[in-house]
C-alpha cells in the first residue's frame, strides 16, 4: 500500500501542473485583463467599454487610428504608461516565462500579491478558508448523518409507503435550487417577513469578542443554522439514492441468502456482512462532496448570507481578473482534492482490508 500511496503522491504533481497549464493558456486568450481594466480606468471608461461619462469607446479608436497598441482602448495613452502598467501586472515578460516563475512560485507555496487587494493571496486565503471550512463540515456532517441511516431504512423497507414518501419529499428537496431555499429561509425564520429567530447575515454578532466561551459557541451555531441548511439540502437526494440502491444491490447477493441460513439475524447481516461492501462505493464520493462543499457550493449561499469566504473570493477574482488569486485558490483547490482522493483509497482498505493496493499499476 505505501508503493501505491507514494506513485498517486507522485502523480499530483504532473497533474497539478497540466491543470494550471490548461488555465493559464485559457486566461491569456480571454479579453479584459488587468491591463486592459487599468487602462479603461484610465481612459474614463468602465470594464464594458462604456464611457462613464456617456460615449463610447470606439470614438477614442476612430480618433487614434493611427496608435496601434495590442490594447483595446490603448489609444490616445502614453506609450510609456502601458509599459508601465505592463510591468506592474507582470505583462513585460513573455507568457511562457510567467508560467515557468508561477509554477516555480508556486512549489514554494508563494502565490504572490492580489492585484486589487493590498494582501498576498495566502493571507487571503486563510481568511477566507474559516467560513468555507465552517459551511462545508457542518453541511457534510448532516448530509452524511442523516443521509445514510435514511437510505438504509429505504432499502430495508424498499417499495413500502415510508420508501414511496422519503423519495418524494427527497426530490422535491433536491429540485429546490439552494439560493431560492436561503430565500424562503430568511423570509420565514430571518424576520423577512415573519418571524425573526436567526440572523440574517454574517458568521458571528458584532460583539462576538465581548462573549463568553460558551457565547461564542451559542453565537456561531445560531449563526450557522440556516446557511448550513441551505447548503445540505441538495445533497440529501444524491447521497440518500446512492445509499440504498448500494444496500439493495448487496442484500440481493449470495453471501446474504448464505449468512441467514447460517442462523443470523438480519441486524447481524446487514451491519456485519452488507455495510462493509455497501459503504464503498458511497465513501468514494465522499472527496468530491467535501471539495464541492467547501470552495464551489458555498457560492450563492455566501452572497446571500453575506459570508466573505473562497467561493465568492474565487468568483470576484474571475470577475475582475486577478490572476494570482485565481491561480492561486485553483492550486489550492486542486491539491486539496488530490489529496482527499488519496485518503479516500486509504479509507477503502481499512474499511475493507480485501482491496490490494500493491495489485494496482
Given at each position: 500500500?505505501?508503493?501505491?500511496?507514494?506513485?498517486r503522491?507522485?502523480?499530483?504533481i504532473?497533474?497539478?501542473?497540466?491543470?494550471?497549464?490548461?488555465?493559464?493558456?485559457?486566461?491569456?486568450?480571454?479579453?479584459?485583463?488587468?491591463?486592459?481594466?487599468?487602462?479603461?480606468?484610465?481612459?474614463?471608461?468602465?470594464?464594458?467599454g462604456?464611457?462613464?461619462?456617456?460615449?463610447?469607446?470606439?470614438?477614442?479608436?476612430?480618433?487614434?487610428?493611427?496608435?496601434?497598441?495590442?490594447?483595446?482602448?490603448?489609444?490616445?495613452?502614453?506609450?510609456?504608461?502601458?509599459?508601465?502598467?505592463?510591468?506592474?501586472?507582470?505583462?513585460?515578460?513573455?507568457?511562457?516565462?510567467?508560467?515557468?516563475?508561477?509554477i516555480?512560485?508556486?512549489?514554494?507555496?508563494?502565490?504572490?500579491?492580489?492585484?486589487?487587494?493590498?494582501?498576498?493571496?495566502i493571507?487571503?486565503?486563510?481568511?477566507?478558508?474559516?467560513?468555507?471550512?465552517?459551511?462545508g463540515?457542518?453541511?457534510?456532517?448532516?448530509?452524511?448523518?442523516i443521509?445514510?441511516?435514511?437510505?438504509?431504512?429505504?432499502?430495508?423497507?424498499?417499495?413500502?409507503?415510508?420508501?414511496?414518501?422519503?423519495?418524494?419529499?427527497?426530490?422535491?428537496?433536491y429540485a429546490?435550487?439552494?439560493f431560492?431555499?436561503?430565500?424562503?429561509?430568511?423570509?420565514?425564520?430571518?424576520?423577512g417577513?415573519?418571524?425573526?429567530?436567526?440572523?440574517?447575515?454574517g458568521?458571528v454578532?458584532?460583539?462576538?469578542?465581548?462573549?463568553?466561551?460558551?457565547?461564542?459557541?451559542?453565537?456561531?451555531?445560531?449563526?450557522?443554522?440556516?446557511?448550513?441548511?441551505?447548503?445540505?439540502?441538495?445533497?440529501?437526494?444524491?447521497l440518500?439514492?446512492?445509499?440504498?440502491?448500494?444496500?439493495?444491490?448487496?442484500?440481493?447477493?449470495?453471501?446474504?441468502?448464505?449468512?441467514?441460513?447460517?442462523?443470523?439475524?438480519?441486524?447481524?447481516?446487514?451491519?456485519?456482512?452488507?455495510?462493509?461492501?455497501?459503504?464503498?462505493?458511497?465513501?468514494?464520493?465522499?472527496?468530491?462532496?467535501?471539495?464541492?462543499?467547501?470552495?464551489?457550493?458555498?457560492?450563492?449561499?455566501?452572497?446571500?448570507?453575506?459570508?466573505?469566504?473562497?467561493?465568492?473570493?474565487?468568483f470576484?477574482?474571475?470577475?475582475?481578473?486577478?490572476?494570482?488569486?485565481?491561480?492561486?485558490?485553483?492550486?489550492?483547490?486542486?491539491?486539496?482534492?488530490?489529496?482527499?482522493?488519496?485518503?479516500?483509497?486509504?479509507?477503502?482498505?481499512?474499511?475493507?482490508?480485501?482491496?490490494?493496493?500493491?495489485?494496482?499499476?
Amino acid at each position: 500500500m505505501l508503493g501505491y500511496i507514494l506513485r498517486r503522491l507522485l502523480l499530483i504533481i504532473p497533474t497539478l501542473f497540466g491543470i494550471l497549464l490548461i488555465n493559464f493558456a485559457i486566461t491569456q486568450a480571454a479579453p479584459g485583463g488587468p491591463v486592459e481594466q487599468a487602462i479603461a480606468k484610465a481612459q474614463g471608461l468602465d470594464t464594458s467599454g462604456n464611457r462613464i461619462g456617456g460615449s463610447k469607446q470606439g470614438e477614442i479608436s476612430n480618433q487614434n487610428k493611427g496608435n496601434e497598441s495590442p490594447y483595446r482602448g490603448a489609444q490616445g495613452l502614453d506609450p510609456q504608461l502601458i509599459k508601465d502598467l505592463e510591468k506592474q501586472y507582470g505583462f513585460d515578460k513573455p507568457a511562457s516565462e510567467r508560467f515557468r516563475l508561477m509554477i516555480v512560485n508556486y512549489l514554494q507555496f508563494d502565490f504572490g500579491q492580489s492585484f486589487y487587494r493590498d494582501a498576498s493571496v495566502i493571507s487571503l486565503i486563510k481568511e477566507k478558508m474559516p467560513v468555507s471550512i465552517s459551511l462545508g463540515l457542518w453541511s457534510t456532517l448532516i448530509i452524511y448523518l442523516i443521509s445514510i441511516p435514511l437510505g438504509i431504512k429505504k432499502a430495508i423497507r424498499h417499495g413500502s409507503q415510508f420508501d414511496i414518501t422519503t423519495s418524494s419529499l427527497i426530490i422535491v428537496g433536491y429540485a429546490i435550487p439552494g439560493f431560492l431555499f436561503a430565500i424562503l429561509l430568511i423570509i420565514l425564520f430571518a424576520g423577512g417577513s415573519y418571524w425573526q429567530i436567526f440572523p440574517m447575515q454574517g458568521l458571528v454578532s458584532e460583539n462576538f469578542e465581548q462573549l463568553t466561551v460558551m457565547g461564542k459557541i451559542l453565537d456561531y451555531a445560531h449563526h450557522m443554522v440556516l446557511p448550513t441548511i441551505c447548503l445540505s439540502i441538495g445533497g440529501f437526494a444524491t447521497l440518500t439514492m446512492l445509499t440504498k440502491n448500494s444496500f439493495l444491490d448487496e442484500i440481493h447477493k449470495q453471501y446474504v441468502v448464505t449468512a441467514r441460513a447460517k442462523g443470523l439475524n438480519d441486524s447481524q447481516v446487514l451491519y456485519g456482512h452488507v455495510f462493509r461492501n455497501a459503504m464503498l462505493i458511497i465513501i468514494s464520493g465522499l472527496p468530491s462532496l467535501l471539495l464541492g462543499l467547501f470552495f464551489s457550493g458555498s457560492l450563492l449561499v455566501e452572497v446571500i448570507f453575506n459570508l466573505d469566504g473562497l467561493g465568492l473570493l474565487s468568483f470576484e477574482s474571475v470577475i475582475n481578473r486577478d490572476y494570482p488569486v485565481i491561480f492561486g485558490t485553483l492550486y489550492i483547490f486542486t491539491l486539496v482534492g488530490l489529496v482527499l482522493r488519496i485518503i479516500s483509497d486509504v479509507t477503502y482498505m481499512l474499511i475493507d482490508p480485501r482491496i490490494d493496493f500493491n495489485s494496482r499499476g
